[in-house]
């Protein structure tokens, strides 16, 4: 068999992602947890039916990591043969791609992000958020 030659490629460097200025993270957060606390909690965060053994959702917050804006919900485990008594999951993630526009990405079963929408305001993104399932625990 013959061996298949090492060659070089160029490959470009990836541009730096954008700052996110402090004053869009605190409306971005502002709005956000507005969102979490008038929807998203009455609407999935609900007690659990006696003897239920199955997860089911306690809280839902949100959180910054760099350049990205997560909706996380946080599960309690109450079988017992769990490994732990509570995990959390990321649902929704807003990228900030800069002039306060962001990509709105859910999170796939298989751990993997999916971008959905790209280049959007903040309130097209929150109402996207509210209104499909995808970007919902």
């Known amino acids: 068999m013959a061996k298949t030659q090492k060659r070089w490629v160029y490959s470009p460097p990836r541009r730096p ?3 996110v ?10 709005q956000a947890n507005e969102l979490v606390e008038s929807f998203l909690k009455p609407t999935f965060v609900k007690p659990p039916r006696k003897n239920w053994k199955f997860n089911y959702i306690i809280d839902i917050y949100t959180k910054w990591y760099r350049s ?4 996380c919900s946080k599960y309690a485990c109450p079988s017992p043969n769990a490994l732990s008594p ?9 990228e900030y791609v800069g002039n306060r526009r962001f990509n ?4 796939r079963y298989t751990g993997e992000w999916v971008q959905v929408y790209a280049d959007m305001t903040l309130g097209k993104c929150l109402d996207s958020i509210r209104q499909d399932s995808w970007f919902q625990p």
């Open 104 to 107: 709105l990405s859910f999170m």
């Open 21 to 30: 200025p402090e004053a869009v993270k605190l409306e971005v957060a502002t």
């Open 17 to 19: 992602k954008p700052k």
């Open 68 to 71: 990205y804006f997560y909706f």
């Open 86 to 94: 509570f995990f959390e999951r990321k649902f929704a993630r807003l």
